[in-house]
């Protein structure tokens, strides 16, 4: 195929703002899925992504277009997702085109996840082609939405097309743009083979299916290729093209975008952003590996155990599936006091663990238990070694410390102009640096902010959206690594802490923390036959406090006559045997009480 044919695009837009919609006019006006087969968001393949309206996993399609007076085209679409979890994803995915369409709403306008996916594309020297979309909507504010765009990308109004994924309109002329404005793929010249693995799946009966964009050379079926960072040799089963579903193809050659088949079944080995290429004398790759690779690090971890022991050779199979198509999936076998066997894992981010602990329910029809999710701190003790604690349980006393260090983010919040002050009263609130303000069209602000990774992971998401009524909309990278005024919070019942409730909390925020928490396990614990402690600890001392009064027996109920000495001395034996009790006695807590002190529930 002649690369001068081919343009490669994606397409950036801020969740709901009509891009799995768009794609679905793009693929009906070239052809590529007939119409008795066409479904809303048809490059949604997950049950997940059709319910939450967002794209989770990327899904390329190739399409066929013949534009006005130059004849056929072939356009590959990486369809990626938006979430700034997935951001090392999108920005290889981004690797892997030459161009982008921004795509803004015209009712909603320019939004802050938008601005930051595209920094990204504008860093890699991408061709943009800026577009409105949902002009049809009675409430479209197409001319205000067109200056927002103008002001961001410096460009005259008049460049920026209109178009409607619902009924079509201005569908083929954002094509014709797409292969005017967006370069073909630059081929050098060479045989041997090279690509950017931009995505991957896994298939019980073929292994591990990347997904590739060629940059040198050509593969067919019977090739020896190799992963160049994880040093793992195989031979091609199958290439192929996205058309959309997999179509196997004789061969891909350079600026093409299709999928090689492995034949691999070994967990973490293919990984979003290495290379594939030839192998070469001394069993070596004939090409370097292509810049820009990175591991993916998990910056936030939670626990996870089945509500049934019976389930955890079933949880540790599905963690190793999932594993399998996720190499940013991190975990790690751990077992708890009170919650027995389960693991330990990591994830890019909050909606990451989200979509992970749904796959596992729904997937693989698993019920959890999701421990509250926690950060990683380094630590620096007293003896000068220095640890990294990703769990409260092994977060070191109070008095052992010497330094702790936290990951930061930097965030940008666009606005309405009449909700920043309650906004700012938040940021506050969540220990936020607040930076520069930029005045957008429409009467918003467009406001820079840092914040401890462990703030925003407090609620601050469902807090912003109640305080702008929704109307706010939030980015965010993970920044540098500040210096924490931290410390563990311990809860202890009847004396013993119960590790399931340690948390790690700011200094600031130490009394409220354990007031509120035990308030809360005072109020859902069942009574015992003696009256128990509840107790928060912090900072080497009691916070917080409650005790749970004892159960008490009817002892005297049977008596029915004589002195009253009778009951006073059953009462004094009862006495005493509470006491003891108390002195001897443990606190079984019920399964469910950990699943609401978790959860949140009362």
Known sequence: MDARSIRNFSIIAHIDHGKSTLADRMLELCGTVERRKMRDQVLDSMELERERGITIK?????????????????????????????????????????????????????????LTTLAMAREQGLTIV?????????????????AEIAAVLGVASEEILECSGKTGQGVAE??????????????????????????????????????????????QK??????????????????????PEEKP??????????????????????????????????????????????????????????????DFPALRQALGRLKLSDSSLAYEEETSGTLGRGFRCGFLGMLHMEIITERLRREFNLTLIVTSPSITYEITLLNGKTETVYSPVFFPDDGQVREIREPWVRATIITPAQYLGPILTLLYEHEAETGETETFGDNRTGLTLMMPLREMMRGFFDELK????????????IGAVRAADVTRLDILVA??????????????????????????????????????????????????????????KDVTGYLYGGDVTRKMKLLEKQKRGKKKMKERGTVNIPHDVFLKMMRGEK
């Open 222 to 243: 019977g090739d020896q290729l190799t992963f160049v960072a994880a040093g793992k040799t195989f031979t091609v089963l199958e290439v192929g093209i996205f058309a």
């Open 466 to 477: 109640s305080v702008s009524s929704g109307f706010a909309s939030i980015s965010y990278e």
């Open 174 to 219: 954002l094509l014709q743009a797409i292969v005017q404005k967006i370069p073909p793929p630059s081929v050098a010249p060479g045989t041997a083979f090279r690509g950017l693995i931009f995505d991957f799946q896994y298939s019980n009966h073929r292994g591990v299916i990347v997904y590739i964009r060629a940059t040198d050379g050509l593969v």
């Open 495 to 552: 004396d013993e802490p119960v590790a399931a409730f340690a948390r790690v909390v700011s200094r600031r925020r130490v009394e409220e923390e354990a007031r509120k928490a035990v308030e809360k396990l005072h109020k859902i614990l069942p009574r015992q036959l003696f009256a128990t402690k509840i107790q928060a600890r912090a900072l080497g001392r009691i916070i917080a406090s409650e005790t749970l009064s004892a159960l008490r």
């Open 249 to 310: 193809v004789a061969s891909l050659a350079a600026g093409e975008i299709g999928y090689i088949v492995t034949g691999i079944k070994e967990a973490g080995i293919a990984s979003v952003g290495d290379t594939l290429a030839t192998l070469g004398p001394g069993n070596k790759p004939a090409l370097p590996a292509l810049a820009g690779y990175e591991t993916p690090r998990p910056v936030v971890w939670a626990s996870l155990y089945p509500e049934s022991q019976d």
């Open 130 to 146: 800026p577009a409105v979309s949902k002009v049809d909507s009675p409430l479209a504010r197409i001319a205000e939405t067109k």
């Open 58 to 114: 990327m899904q390329p399609v190739r399409m066929q277009f013949r534009a006005a007076d130059t004849g056929e085209y072939v356009l590959n679409l990486i369809d990626t997702p938006g979430h700034i979890d997935f951001s090392y994803e999108v920005s290889r995915a981004l690797k892997a085109v030459e161009g982008c369409v921004l795509l803004i709403d015209a009712t909603q306008g320019v939004q802050a996840q938008t």
